[in-house]
């Protein structure tokens, strides 16, 4: 099975601190994304990567910024957190091609 | 962009009642995905269903690409199907990674 891990499943930082939230898959998988979920809104892509070092912005990247030096890993960064990057942040691993998304437990992250 | 909705957005259903949600989608796609949410907010792959049908237990589902829209089945319902469910599809524009769009979700809640 596949087994996307997020390190935290709940986070309290305040505000202008910089957030780390880290997402390891054990799949060899190609793509990663980094998701935010919010009451009304749904799930939103805020990055996805492709390939080592490769990175794209997704719909919603402001205040974001990503890190993928190894296969397995995708670092997603809040530079300097704000209230309202309170949200529930989903991470998923993909193969790529016709190969479906799974998905990490999420990190409940409240910026107070 | 392409439009997911999904319907109806909020069910309740007696144990043991069946019930189908649907997906409708504005444009054709390459891959269609249904999640189940559940109250802890961990995300679980049902179905990957571009088109066609699959069954797995008491659910399944079908896809019928040419007219745009996807149905769940959910058979003898359980409290533990509670959740949201969502469907989410991915239209490939020339490249390679799969960027999922989300629905609006159907909050389910069976009561026993």
């Known amino acids: 099975d596949v087994k996307v891990t997020q390190s935290s499943r709940y986070l309290v930082k305040r505000t202008g601190e910089k957030v780390f939230l880290e997402c390891v898959q054990d799949m060899d998988h190609e793509n990663m994304f980094w998701y935010r979920q919010d009451p009304g809104l749904g799930l939103r892509l805020i990055y996805f990567s492709y390939d080592v070092k490769m990175k794209e912005k997704g719909d919603i990247p402001e205040g974001y910024s990503v890190s993928r030096e190894k296969k397995e890993r995708f670092s997603l960064i809040l530079e300097s957190a704000s209230t309202n990057q309170t949200s529930m942040y989903l991470c998923?691993?993909?193969?790529?091609?016709?190969?479906?998304?799974?998905f990490g437990d999420g990190t409940r992250l409240s910026i107070l | 962009g392409i439009q997911v909705e999904q319907s109806p957005p909020d069910l309740i259903l007696q144990e043991g009642a069946n019930s189908t949600l649907r997906c409708n989608f504005s444009?054709?796609?390459?891959?269609l995905q249904w999640f189940h949410q559940n109250p802890w907010g961990q995300l679980i792959n049902l179905f990957y269903i571009p088109s066609g049908t699959k069954q797995n237990g008491r659910l399944s589902a079908t896809t019928v690409a040419t007219e745009r829209y996807s149905l769940l089945y959910i058979s003898s319902s359980q409290t533990t199907d509670s959740g949201v469910y969502f469907c989410?599809?991915?239209?490939?524009?020339?490249?390679?990674?799969?960027?999922?769009?989300f629905g609006t979700g159907t909050l389910l809640a069976v009561q026993p």
């Open positions: 998923a691993s993909s193969q790529g091609g016709n190969q479906p998304q799974h």
């Open positions: 444009d054709s796609v390459n891959n």
């Open positions: 989410a599809v991915e239209r490939r524009y020339g490249g390679a990674t799969n960027k999922l769009i």
